[in-house]
């Protein structure tokens, strides 16, 4: 019998309700008659998902066989009992809740025949909300030297595979591993690869985000998926050496997958859970943040990855509530103005104390530099006789250098002031980049005296 052209693998588990779609979009395929082989391995399912998969099958049995496993084992255990028994020259992956383009597989295959390809990288298109990386499908290259194209951001089994490149490097999923089975698989196929092409001329797979939010890559415990990251960067290590090649990859391991764990779901954990995976995700960053990928932060990723380096569980919980509470990060610092009986006094209100390293400086022109933990007093002798003091604030927040803003209170309205023998008005106001300004302006007792007789005779 002559094998077919391409095997798609499947695996299944409680996905009944999206099996239709999934078939009927192989069924409409326009492969000839018999380059098509699908193995869909029920792993388990309880909702009826077998019986489909049979019918399915039945209905169209020269394509479609059902592997059956005993008990759930995970899509890895599904994926490689496929591999065991797959035909094809080619290996497609293929979840039973996404579907394929009529035209995907034959020209993906098209594709990896003309070109020598051993992976094939065809545009995903997201559905009902699924994000997919914007970056790899910007056009089609036909070689790409990985970690090109935002490679290393697009790590699912969705592509296809050269089973011979499977074959001789023994490449298979990780069973150990319950979520993110496939990232150390692609990555592995990817680094063997003799050359991987990126197709963006048509829309190859349909991506999908289920209603309930129930696939596995967002159900799965943080543990489990930190430990999916974490075999995934072994793998980064095994095939690379410092530099470049190896910040690429680890760099969305480090900003996406280690930092998206702490979110509303970390605070949901017990406190000794919170504090485990702190230990183990600040292990994982201790060793494997550069320089380069820190370069590359946002700051509500900087932040994060700080508290996870210094096992700041507390801070960066703290952190996480106020960002999902507000939609923001807070400032990590700011301060009040007000007069007080020596001048003015900036007190200081710290909203990350255990990010914000004392003390904090305030940089003024009056005074120069002035440290202070809590409260600084500007004498009111050194805010005259110029025309415009600034006072501004910074701090150290997780090593870096940042602004704070002064806000003044209440009780900082305008103030006169006698100094050597003259009067003078300070008038402080809010700068635009939340510095504080006092303007100071001598007071003539002439001009005083002419603007009393004006309101005096006005009265009258």
């Known amino acids: 019998m002559t094998p077919p052209l391409v095997t798609v693998i499947t695996p299944v588990h409680d996905t009944r309700e999206y099996l239709g779609q999934w078939f009927a979009s192989l069924r ?41 496993l005993p008990e759930r084992g995970g ?13 094809g020259r080619y290996v497609y992956f ?59 951001w ?91 090649v190896r910040d690429e990859v680890n760099d969305r391991y480090i900003r996406s997958d280690v930092v998206n764990l702490f979110g509303r779901e970390f605070l949901l954990l017990a406190p000794e859970e919170r504090a485990q995976l702190v230990a183990a995700a600040g ?12 370069a590359r932060c946002t700051e509500p990723q900087r932040l994060r990855l700080h508290c996870l380096q210094h096992g700041l569980t507390e801070e960066l919980t703290e952190l996480v509530r106020h960002e999902c509470d507000h939609g923001e990060l807070p400032e990590p610092v700011t301060a009040t103005a007000s007069w007080s009986a020596e001048g003015l006094r900036v007190q200081t209100s710290r909203a990350l104390p255990g990010l914000v ?54 009780d900082l309205p305008q103030r006169r002031v006698r100094h050597g023998g003259r009067w003078y008005r300070l008038t402080p106001k809010a700068g635009p980049g939340g510095e504080l300004e006092v303007w100071s302006a001598r007071i003539s007792v002439r001009r005083v005296l002419r603007l009393r007789l004006t309101r005096l005779l006005g009265t009258r």
């Open 28 to 68: 409409a395929q326009t492969l000839a008659c018999g380059e098509l082989e699908v193995l869909a391995v029920d792993d388990g399912s309880t909702d009826g998902s077998a019986e489909q998969l049979r019918t399915l099958a039945a209905s169209w049995p020269e394509a479609v066989r059902v592997i059956a």
């Open 75 to 87: 899509p890895a255990r599904a994926r490689n009992a496929a591999l065991r028994e797959a035909r």
């Open 94 to 152: 293929l979840d039973s809740d996404d579907r394929l383009g009529e035209e995907a597989l034959a020209r993906l295959t098209a594709a990896a025949d003309r070109l020598g390809s051993d992976v094939v990288v065809g545009r995903v298109v997201g559905v009902n909300g699924r994000w997919v990386s914007p970056e790899l499908f910007r056009e089609t290259v036909e070689d790409v030297r990985f970690p090109g194209c935002a490679l290393a």
């Open 154 to 244: 697009s790590l699912s089994p969705a592509k296809l595979f050269r089973r011979e490149l499977l074959e001789r490097h023994g490449l298979r999923f990780p069973e150990d591993l319950p979520v993110y089975s496939d990232t150390p698989f692609v990555l592995a196929a990817f680094f063997h690869a003799r050359r991987v092409s990126v197709l963006a001329d048509y829309d190859y797979y349909y991506l999908l985000a289920r209603d309930d939010r129930s696939n596995i890559t967002t159900t799965a415990r943080l543990a489990d998926r930190l430990r999916g990251t974490a075999a995934g960067v072994a793998v980064v290590l095994r095939y690379t050496t410092p530099g470049p």
């Open 283 to 294: 292990e994982l960053v201790r060793t494997h943040l550069t320089e380069a990928i820190r």
């Open 357 to 410: 390293s004392a003390p904090v400086t305030w940089l003024s022109d009056a005074v120069g530099h002035v440290a202070s933990d809590d409260e600084t007093v500007i004498p009111l002798r050194d805010l005259l006789p110029r025309q415009r003091s600034t006072l501004r604030l910074e701090a150290s927040c997780a090593g870096r250098s940042v602004p704070g803003r002064i806000t003044p209170g209440a």
